[in-house]
């Protein structure tokens, strides 16, 4: 921060001067600098990168060190060599498209963010109920919601089953995305539920009779109960009570 505002005073002394500095010839630094610019070649196409380039590898922890500071990175990284652009203000990680942006952190610190591990956290709710905060600080809402509807349901915010019942929220996100997960939760808390789709599988895929090969379409299939099984099985436990 200190020097941030070191920079933004030597910006506005160079401004100041660029306006109203020394006069050379009767021109001012910025009338100077317009008569010259028409004799400039035109910029290349390729915008320049001041960022200092390096190739790390990542961890199996899903983690790089860049000048003894740590940043995650998505979890299927794992093992890659990755490229990393370091700057002033932040740090630039890639892996063919994809990419990863991170402040830039002191040596020793970290820069986290628990998005890259949501695969691992959802296996592992003690896991996930630790992170849970900071991880719900950046979705919002209604997953705060949820999370907090989740609670009251169990008895204890941050129990281990309410860790486990969120995990299908991470599943979730991971297969169709955030956004989606909102309008899946805000559907589920506006019908009071609290699994994470208020409507059923049936409803939003719904079988359709034409879809059916033409010899299954007239076969009804009567449903069955756990009742009818045990009283076929009846005959068979008083037989063998027998035999003992």
Do not use: C
């Not at 959802?122 to 209604?142: D, H, I, T, Y």
């Not at 997953?143 to 008895?155: A, H, I, M, N």
């Not at 939003?204 to 379409?217: N, S």
């Amino acid at each position: 921060e200190h020097l941030r505002q070191i920079s933004e005073r030597l910006q506005g002394r160079l401004d100041r001067d660029w306006e109203r500095g020394e006069a050379r010839e009767g021109l001012t630094p910025s009338a100077r600098y317009a008569t010259d610019r028409a004799g400039l070649l035109p910029l290349p196409a390729p915008a320049f990168e001041a960022r200092a380039l390096q190739v790390v590898s990542v961890s199996r922890s899903a983690t790089v060190r860049l000048e003894a500071a740590w940043y995650s990175v998505p979890s299927t990284w794992a093992g890659l060599e990755i490229k990393a652009w370091i700057g002033p203000e932040d740090v630039l990680l890639r892996w063919q498209s994809q990419q990863v942006l991170h402040p830039r952190r002191p040596p020793g610190s970290r820069s986290v963010d628990y998005n890259h591990y949501l695969r691992e956290l959802a296996r592992k709710p003690q896991a996930l109920r630790q992170v849970a905060p900071e991880l719900l600080a950046g979705w919002g809402e209604p997953f705060t919601t949820f999370w907090r509807r989740l609670g009251e349901d169990e008895g204890r915010a941050d129990s281990l089953p309410v860790a486990r019942r969120f995990a299908s929220v991470l599943w979730f996100v991971l297969e169709h995305g955030l956004d989606q997960a909102r309008v899946a939760l805000d559907q589920s808390l506006a019908a009071g539920r609290l699994d994470l789709l208020s409507r059923s599988a049936s409803e939003r895929h719904p079988l359709q009779e034409q879809a059916l090969p033409e010899q299954f379409r007239q076969i009804h299939v009567e449903a069955a109960s756990a009742m009818a099984y045990d009283l076929l099985l009846a005959p068979l436990a008083a037989g063998q009570a027998g035999v003992r």
